[in-house]
């Protein structure tokens, strides 16, 4: 036992002695669009918080704007400045591999953050922080059929055509759904492209076109909120469950007045401190998994008080 | 017949109508009609604003994100200086936006389309210093009389579609029946000649971007209103789809041309477009791809009419 604990110990020490000796770490981060909304500035500033109180870290911050040309000059610029670790979250997950490359030639470890990167980046990176996107639509299906009881149909409202998030959710939500819940059936998805008044546009159409609908899946909360409006707006709200993702202070409001059943929790605070944590495990010389998943709970009326009001 | 050529995009309009009421029972129910009305009544009261813009020669790319800006405006302070003042304070800086623009390109003679480019760039950028990018919402949404103009009814009637209404007959009018009007139209048909004749241009030209400001703040009321809340991004792509409806209805692009009831049919026919192929069920790549075939071939068709037109009187 006292060996172990040594050992232990040792091995503490060891990796504090080496942090010592090559610290601080020089992180670079380029970001997507920092201020196109809310969960990207407070992800930037919970980012900027958690290097503060780490005297271990310097960071250089970036933001693509964006803009993918912008971000492969970005990722350039960092590796001319030879900082010891990135940080991407990638405003396209294809056309940033070949920068991500040159990086991981010039032996500078890469982070992903957020966003997935395609399949054929995966050897460049050193890992990648961020949700789980398709749990997170399974959860959402687990949720709607609870919800529901097993039986009835829904619509979906989508995200942005072709981002990765939107995708996912959508895929693994339909796919949980269908294996979960076969008496739930999946009348149409549209995208609402995150745009809250876009989908209450498509919502008022969907009460049109269908006489009977009982549940709204929507790809987050902004979009959900949208849907409920629009439900509210044809009076038809008492008999429709609403479910979302990504946890918005609306969304939170709207399920504590009993009008929204439940959502995800994902946190931008725990989103950059994850991102910021992985990259330092990697400089650290730890195994890292290539794949890092930060908790991202189901939040019901039951368990609201668990859980903080979103600052977003 | 001749009557039925002159009225082309009316005839095409009603062809449409009849063919998606084919395909889908509830297109031509009147719910679904109040409902596609009303959601094309935003992009209906600024393009009313636009063709006045575009009648006098010029341009505004700029609306998309003073959308944008008047809408996180009114909703942001909405609860911190009361409706009123929030919708008095959003008007001034939405019209004070707009005679930048006029200033611009009025009196310093500057092109249009770049200044408007420009515009519509910076005013995002202003919009997300002033939110820091966070989402605006209005915290009370059931105790507020704001509500009115978005959600709100009167006879039986939407309350944006009777300001959609109210904008078109009043703009209508003013361009058709009074001076001003007939200046602006000169302005943009001839503006040597129009100076020449003694109209004051810059003015002219000055006072349509007001009113396309004006047009975008009340935009903004019915949108803010609408969804209680707003993204910083909330009108981006706004300007294309108003631009689409006033082509569509076959204002002419160059200037001098055009009227506010053709931009009510070109706004109205995008509208049930889009409403129609989502209701057949139609997937969103298969409505952006008709949506736009439909407006060239439209753009074509009026093209086509007045070269046939041009002929026919020289022969």
């Known amino acids: 036992m006292f060996k172990k604990t040594a050992l232990a110990a040792s091995i503490v020490m060891m990796s504090t002695a080496t942090v010592y000796a090559e610290g601080p770490y020089r992180i670079g981060i380029t970001q997507n669009n920092v201020g196109v909304d809310s969960y990207q500035t407070t992800y930037e500033s919970a980012f900027e918080a958690a290097a503060e109180a780490n005297e271990n870290v310097e960071i250089v911050v970036l933001d693509a704007g964006g803009d993918v040309a912008r971000q492969i000059g970005q990722i350039n610029n960092l590796i001319q400045q030879r900082v010891d670790a990135i940080i991407i979250w990638p405003t396209n997950g294809q056309a940033v591999i070949p920068a991500i490359r040159q990086a991981h030639k010039a032996g500078i470890p890469v982070v992903v953050t957020n966003s997935k990167i395609a399949e054929a980046g995966l050897e460049y990176i050193a890992a990648f922080s961020g949700p789980d996107n398709v749990q997170q639509g399974a959860s959402s299906a687990e949720m709607m059929c609870d919800a529901l009881d097993g039986e009835g149909q829904i619509v979906q409202i989508s995200g942005q055509p072709g981002y990765t998030t939107a995708m996912e959710r959508a895929g693994g939500f339909e796919e949980r759904l269908a294996e979960l819940c076969p008496g739930v059936e999946l009348l149409e998805t549209q995208p609402g492209n995150w745009n809250r008044e876009r989908a209450q546009r498509v919502m008022e159409d969907f009460l049109t076109k269908y006489d009977r609908i009982d549940g709204v899946y929507a790809g987050d909360d902004n979009m959900g909120v949208g849907a409920l409006n629009a439900a509210k707006g044809a009076g038809r709200a008492d008999e429709i469950v609403f479910i979302g993702a990504t946890n918005f202070a609306v969304g939170y409001d709207a399920i504590e007045r009993g009008e929204y059943y439940g959502s995800i929790y994902q946190s931008p605070v725990d989103d950059a401190e994850a991102a910021l944590q992985t990259a330092l495990d990697v400089l650290g010389g730890q195994e890292v998994p290539k794949m890092n998943f930060f908790e991202t709970p189901k939040i019901t009326a039951e368990i609201l008080g668990e859980f903080d009001r979103p600052v977003f | ?315």
């Open chain 2, 1 to 315: 017949m001749s009557f039925l050529s002159a009225q082309g995009i009316l005839v095409f309009f009603l062809l449409g109508m009849v063919v998606f009421s084919f395909f889908s029972e509830q297109f031509l129910s009147q719910s679904n009609i109040m409902t596609v009305v009303r959601q094309a009544s935003i992009i209906g009261i600024i393009a009313v604003g636009v063709t006045v813009v575009i009648i006098g020669g010029n341009l505004d790319l700029s609306v998309g994100s003073l959308l944008s800006f008047s809408t996180v405006l009114v909703v942001d302070l909405h609860d911190k200086i009361g409706p009123v003042n929030a919708i008095l304070l959003m008007f001034a800086l939405t019209l004070l936006i707009g005679a930048v623009n006029g200033f611009l390109i009025g009196f310093m003679r500057l092109n249009s389309l770049i200044v408007t480019l420009a515009m519509l760039s910076a005013i995002q950028g202003l919009v997300l210093i002033y939110s820091g990018g966070q989402n605006v919402d209005i915290a009370n949404q059931q105790g507020t009389w704001f509500a009115f103009f978005g959600r709100g009814y009167v006879a039986g009637i939407a309350v944006p579609i009777l300001l959609f209404g109210l904008l078109a007959i009043v703009v209508q009018v003013v361009m058709s029946y009074t001076g001003y009007g007939r200046r602006i139209f000169a302005v943009g048909g001839n503006p040597m000649a129009a100076v020449y004749s003694g109209i004051r241009k810059n003015w002219c030209v000055f006072s349509t971007y007001l009113i396309s400001a004006f047009c975008v703040a009340c935009a903004a009321l019915v949108l803010g209103s609408r969804v209680m809340g707003s993204q910083n991004n909330v009108g981006q792509g706004y300007e294309l789809l108003v631009l689409a409806g006033i082509i569509l209805g076959g204002t002419s692009l160059l200037g001098g041309a055009g009227s506010i009831w053709k931009t009510v049919i070109g706004v109205l026919i995008l509208g049930f477009i889009q409403n129609g192929l989502l209701l057949m069920g139609y997937p969103y790549y298969i409505q952006w791809i008709v949506t736009w075939v439909i407006i060239i071939l439209a753009v074509w068709l009026d093209l086509a009419n007045k070269r046939k037109r041009l002929l026919t009187t020289h022969s």
